[in-house]
Nanobody, 123 residues
Framework: QVQLVESGGGLVQAGDSLRLSCAASGVTFTKYSLGWFRQAPGKEREFVVSIRWSDGSTVYADSMDGRVTISRDNAKNTVYLQMNSLKPEDTAVYYC????????????????WGQGTQVTVSS
């Protein structure tokens, strides 16, 4: 059974940095890509970034303006999302998801989802 558990969200001020974690279990990691999405109040869920577990290849959404970095820790089966220079418009629930696609960047390519972690950025 695939489980994805996000953590690290919270309330921060504009300009701060935050690192989210996604602990994954129940998957053969080399066959999956893991991604991050976010959903702001009243908006659709949008893609942020993904990483292919086998070789670390990444896909970033243009909308993040280079302010995020995804990484993985093989020993801990964990994916991280480092977010810098946070803005109030980054306020959203951030979701981790797993996909069998090679470089997934749309929601329908993902099969498993975590419960999400709230990030709130105050001005």
């Amino acid at each position: 059974q695939v489980q994805l558990v996000e953590s690290g969200g919270g309330l921060v001020q504009a300009g701060d940095s935050l690192r989210l974690s996604c602990a994954a279990s129940g998957v053969t990691f080399t066959k999956y890509s893991l991604g991050w999405f976010r959903q702001a109040p009243g908006k659709e869920r949008e893609f942020v970034v993904s990483i292919r577990w086998s070789d670390g290849s990444t896909v970033y959404a243009d909308s993040m303006d280079g302010r995020v970095t995804i990484s993985r820790d093989n020993a801990k089966n964990t994916v991280y999302l480092q977010m810098n220079s946070l803005k109030p418009e980054d306020t959203a629930v951030y979701y981790c998801a797993a996909s069998t696609y090679s470089s997934p960047y749309v929601e329908k390519q993902y099969d498993y989802w975590g419960q999400g972690t709230q990030v709130t950025v105050s001005s």
